[in-house]
């Protein structure tokens, strides 16, 4: 794990890159760290000019690659018409979030759990605030479980290689390294500086560690800052909040909803109308996750996008939303969690538990799940052949590669693969109509947590270079499931989970929307196929 160094000083010579993925050049750094600043001198790197960091790094589409679904699923008055009704003299009843500063469970638990923090803040009410650590109290040494962007750094004005780099002391920290919280959502207002219990306990908004206590025991306290002004806070951390919703859940979902929780999600007078005479639990949570979507609430940083999209653009995936993606979760979820189902399908096939040719679910299973669609036919009777440009995204790349691999070599030997693929090992003949083209990240990451191995084992060596490596992929396979034309994978992680919710829509037909008819649908999830385990939908985060 990423840690301060000693009080006197610490110096390591380490080989990283700003980003390491094969997209930008690698960069040869020295780390030189003391409890108070970080230094980085390059040793063999392009000289930065006075025009600073911006003129090796634009931004080019930022917004199609700042947030999880497509631009066209967000109304962006909607951020507009909140920011116009806030009213920051309503400031108290507050819920403040202090995320998790950990990055053993990756991206998916991590957003998820602001998801929930999200969705309970606005059913409450309350307008949301994060607070993340000061940077001398973090605790990872770049401020951040996220790693370090090349923004993190201040501009260099000089033409000299040997030059101090030092990481910007207003530069965002923690969880809002990665996602920058809609200012509507908090309402314009603040924590207050100084807060006062009603047991003369004195809260300063800088004391994370006072703060964290509070989170933890998911603690609702009422103080009095200096100007007489009450609050009432309601603190919770990522453990707190999801222990929170747990116990919650069942109000939350109960027959028509509280009109104010849609409108506080940015819902329209119609929406809100519909959604206050919704019934059913499962109806009340896609819709919750619906306006979440259309509401573009969770939005990455610039720097996230502009990395995400230099390392997407290298994937080589043809231009256009037209593709599918699997999403292949093996790793320690498959050892203790998935076991069951891991166990349930190789007992269909007639094996023993102790007898398992692997001890996963092979790739091929994924693929049953284009089976079901009919192959249009001829009028000679020979099938039609549809293409597919396929993104998988996995954690265990080297063993899909060769399944992948096989099953190419297969299909030809079996149906006669057409010529043009015969050299071409990523490419599956299925049924004979649906010709699969994959594409996988063509870097050589070994580890997808954000913290890797380097969270277990505490390996030295691992920076906050290498961290922000393992996150910029690990959003990019995630925008790429997201935005895909049909998703397939499961539902035993978190990554599946919140994948589906990023892919839930309001149907646009308003009568629909406004009948009060709840057998029929008011949402819909884009093209979705749960290839193995349970298939019962979560609410949005959980």
């Known amino acids: 794990m990423e840690s301060h160094p000693p009080p006197q000083f610490l110096r390591c010579l380490v080989f990283a890159s700003i980003i390491s993925l094969g997209v ?74 202090l995320p998790d500063q950990f990055a053993f469970h990756g991206h998916g638990s991590q957003i998820n759990t602001y998801l929930l923090a999200v969705t309970s803040a606005t059913y409450l009410n309350r307008p949301l605030l994060l607070v993340e650590p000061p940077f001398e109290q973090s605790s990872y040494a770049s401020g951040s479980q996220f790693g370090c962007p090349v923004d993190a750094f201040d501009e260099v004005h000089s033409e000299s290689v040997e030059v101090n780099l030092k990481i910007k002391k207003d530069f965002v920290g923690g969880f809002s390294r990665l996602i920058d919280h809609p200012s509507w959502l908090t309402k314009n207002c603040k924590v207050p500086t100084i807060c006062t219990t009603e047991r003369g306990k004195v809260l300063s908004s800088s004391d994370q560690h006072a ?76 819709f919750v996750g619906a306006l979440m979507v259309k509401a573009g609430i969770l939005r990455l940083q610039p720097w996230i996008a502009r990395d995400v999209e230099m390392l997407v653009n290298s994937y080589g995936i043809p231009d256009g939303d037209e593709y599918d993606a699997i999403h292949v979760r093996r790793g320690d979820k498959l050892d ?157 992680s978190n990554w599946g989970n919140l994948v589906r919710t990023m892919r839930v829509r309001l149907l646009e ?12 649908e008011k949402t819909y999830t884009k093209d979705t196929r749960i290839a193995w385990g349970p298939t019962k939908t979560r609410p949005p985060g959980f």
């Not at 109308?273 to 949570?285: D, Q, V």
């Not at 629909?512 to 709840?518: I, N, P, Q, T």
């Open 211 to 286: 703060w964290q206590v509070l989170a933890n025991r998911e603690s609702e306290i009422n103080c009095q800052d200096e100007t007489g002004h009450v609050y009432n806070i309601l603190a919770f951390s990522g453990s707190s909040v999801l222990k929170w919703f747990r116990a919650h859940e069942a109000e939350m979902s109960s027959p028509n909803p509280n009109h104010q929780w849609a409108i506080n999600l940015g819902a329209t007078p119609e929406e809100v109308n519909t959604f206050s005479k919704l019934k059913m639990p499962h109806s009340i949570w896609d």
């Open 24 to 97: 930008v050049s690698a960069v040869t750094i020295l780390f030189v760290a003391d409890d108070r600043q970080h230094s980085l001198f390059p040793v063999s790197s392009p000289s930065p000019s006075s025009s600073g960091w911006s003129k090796y790094f634009s931004l080019r589409n930022q917004e199609k690659y700042s947030t999880l679904q497509e631009t066209s699923a967000i109304d962006a008055s909607i951020e507009r018409r909140a920011k116009e009704q806030s009213n920051a003299n309503d400031c108290s009843n507050l819920m403040v979030y």
């Open 336 to 492: 203790v969690e998935s076991r069951s189902n891991v166990l349930k399908y190789w007992r269909s096939k007639g094996y023993t538990d102790g007898n398992l040719p692997v001890n996963y679910i092979p790739f091929e299973h994924y693929l049953h799940q284009w089976s079901s669609d009919e192959c249009p036919v001829q009028k000679d009777g020979n099938k039609v052949i549809l293409e597919h440009n396929v993104y998988v995204a996995t954690d265990d790349p080297v063993v899909v590669k060769n399944e992948i691999a096989q099953l190419s070599i297969q299909g030809r030997i079996s149906q006669a693969q057409d010529q043009h693929d015969e050299e071409n090992l990523n490419v599956v003949l299925w049924d004979g109509c649906h010709r699969l083209t994959f594409y996988l990240n063509p870097s050589d990451m070994k580890e997808f947590h954000i913290g890797g191995i380097g969270e277990r084992k505490q390996l030295e060596g691992d920076t906050c270079f290498a961290r922000y490596s393992r996150n910029i992929a690990s959003i990019a396979d995630l925008m790429v499931l997201a935005k895909s034309r049909t998703f397939i994978g499961e539902y035993n």
């Open 509 to 520: 037909n308003e009568p629909m929307l406004r009948g009060s008819d709840e057998s029929v």
